[in-house]
C-alpha cells in the first residue's frame, strides 16, 4: 500500500540519500592512506634487471628519464567537462598514459553498471545524449573507481588473465647505494605482491591507489614496473624482438612496445594480425609476433616514417570490440572515441558519426565523420595532403571518409 504523505516520502528520500553517502565513503580517497604491508621486498638483483630492461642504462647511474618519477594518474577537475580525462606533460610517458586513458573511459561509457546501463543505453546501443555528457563527467570518487578498473583491466590481460605482479614503493628502501646499483627513489623501495584473481588485483589495486595518484608521484612507472614483471622480464626483452635496447625508446612520447605492451600483453613492436614469419634464402624464418586477438581498447596510427603497410596496425587494432582508440598522430599520442557501443557492430552505424579526441596536453574536439561516398549532398573533397595529423589517423581506418571539426579548443 503506497503512502501519500510527502512528509513521508521526504523522510524516506533523505534517509535513502544518508545512506549513499555512507556508502560511498568506504572507498579509500587520497588522504586515506594505507600502510604498505604485505608482499614480498625487491632484491638488488631485480632492480637492476628492471632499470636495465625499462631505461637500457646502467643501474649503477641515475635514471636517465626522470619524468618517470613525477608522473602520476591525475585527472581534471571532478563533475566538470573533460572530467574524464587525465592530465600529463609532453614526455616519454604519454603513451602509458594514453593506454590508462583509453580504459578509463571505456569503463566510464560501457562499463557502467547493469540498472544504471538500462535507463541511459538505448536499443541502437548509443549512449542516451542526455547521460553521455553526465557520464564523461564523473565525480571524484567515479574517477578512481574508473582508474582502479582501468588499471586491473590493463595488468590482468597482461598475466593472461591467470596471475599479475603488483609493485608499490613503501617507506623505507631496501638496497643501499654501491658500484652496482645508485637509488632512485622508487626501485629501492618497491614491495611486490602476485596475485591470482582479477578480484584480488582490484582489491589490492584500490588500497594502494593512493600512490598511483599521488602528486608528482611515480604512478606511471609503478603501473610500468608491474606489467613488466607480470609479462616477466625474459619474455619483455624477448617480445622487443632487437627493435630497442629498452623498452622505453627513445621516441619523444613513448614507444609502441610499451603501448602494445599495456594493450595487448606483449611487448612487440609489430602492429600486424597474429605471426608472421620473416626470412630468405640465406636465412631461416624467424616468427615476427603481432597482436594474437582483438581487445576491447584498439590503436590508430598514422606516421610518415611508419606509411608502408608492414608498419600499419592491422585489423584487430583498427576494430576492437569497443570503439575506443588510442590515438597515435605523427609521434603524438591522444585519444578517440564514440560514443555509441554498436559504432563497430553496425554497418549503417559507421555511414555518418561522431568521434570525440582527447589528448592528455588538454587538446580536445569533436568530429564529424562521413563515409557515405554515394552522398548526394554537396561537399568539398578532404585533401589528405592537407589534412592535421589526427584527420590523417582517422583516414587509416575510414579511407575517403569526409571530416567536420564541430568543435576544438584547449583546456588550460
Known amino acids: 500500500m503506497s503512502n501519500d504523505n510527502p512528509d513521508v516520502e521526504s523522510k524516506v528520500e533523505d534517509k535513502r540519500s544518508r545512506e ?14 594505507a600502510p604498505v604491508a604485505g608482499g614480498e621486498p625487491v632484491t638488488e638483483a631485480l632492480a637492476v ?17 626522470p619524468e618517470w618519477l613525477r608522473t602520476a594518474f591525475t585527472f581534471r577537475p571532478a563533475e566538470r567537462e573533460l ?12 603513451g602509458l598514459l594514453a593506454v590508462v586513458q ?61 596471475r599479475c605482479v603488483l609493485t608499490v614503493p613503501q617507506e623505507e628502501s631496501y638496497l643501499h647505494p654501491n658500484q652496482i646499483y645508485c637509488p632512485d627513489g ?30 608528482c608521484g611515480p604512478g606511471a612507472l609503478l603501473l610500468l614496473y608491474s606489467a ?30 610499451v603501448v602494445m605492451l599495456l594493450l595487448t600483453g606483449r611487448a612487440t613492436p609489430y602492429l600486424h594480425n597474429g605471426v608472421l614469419y620473416v626470412g630468405d634464402e640465406e636465412h631461416y624464418a624467424l616468427p615476427r609476433w603481432g597482436v594474437l586477438s582483438r581487445g576491447e581498447v584498439g590503436l590508430l596510427l598514422w606516421d610518415e616514417a611508419r606509411e608502408d603497410d608492414a608498419a600499419q596496425p592491422g585489423s584487430r587494432l583498427k576494430t576492437p570490440s569497443l570503439p575506443v582508440w588510442v590515438a597515435s598522430g605523427a609521434g603524438h599520442f591522444g585519444l578517440l572515441f564514440s560514443t555509441n557501443r554498436e559504432l563497430l557492430r553496425n554497418y549503417h552505424a559507421e555511414r555518418r558519426f561522431d568521434l570525440h579526441y582527447y589528448s592528455c596536453n588538454g587538446s580536445h574536439g569533436l568530429l564529424s565523420i562521413d563515409t557515405r561516398y554515394d552522398c548526394e549532398e554537396p561537399r568539398e573533397p578532404m585533401v589528405e595532403a592537407l589534412a592535421s595529423p589526427i584527420e590523417k589517423v582517422i583516414l587509416s581506418k575510414w579511407q575517403d571518409a569526409h571530416i567536420t571539426w564541430i568543435k576544438s579548443s584547449h583546456a588550460v
Not at 20 to 33: G, N, S, T
Request: some cysteine; hydrophobic content about 45%; overall charge positive.
Open 228 to 257: 613488466v614483471l607480470t609479462r616477466g622480464l625474459d619474455k619483455v626483452v624477448a617480445d622487443m624482438d632487437q627493435a630497442q635496447t629498452s623498452l622505453i625508446g627513445a621516441a619523444e612520447e613513448g614507444s609502441a612496445c
Open 83 to 94: 572530467g574524464y580525462g587525465l592530465t600529463g606533460g609532453r614526455s616519454t610517458v604519454r
Open 49 to 65: 634487471a628492471l632499470r636495465n630492461a625499462v631505461f637500457g642504462a646502467p643501474a649503477a647511474v641515475p635514471v636517465p628519464r
Open 102 to 162: 583509453a580504459h578509463v573511459v571505456r569503463h566510464l561509457l560501457f562499463g557502467v553498471p547493469a540498472p544504471f546501463a538500462n535507463s541511459t543505453v538505448m536499443s541502437s546501443g548509443m549512449v542516451h545524449p542526455y547521460h553521455h555528457e553526465r557520464l564523461l563527467r564523473p565525480t571524484a570518487l567515479e574517477q578512481q573507481d574508473a582508474l582502479c578498473v582501468a588499471l586491473s583491466a590493463i595488468l590482468w590481460r597482461v598475466g593472461e588473465r591467470k
Open 20 to 33: 549513499r553517502v555512507l556508502y560511498a565513503r568506504k572507498h579509500v580517497l587520497p588522504d586515506q592512506k
Open 186 to 215: 622508487v626501485t629501492e623501495k618497491l614491495q611486490i605482491f602476485e596475485v591470482t584473481s582479477l578480484e584480488d588485483l582490484q582489491i589490492v589495486i584500490k588500497r594502494y591507489l593512493y600512490l598511483f595518484q599521488a602528486e
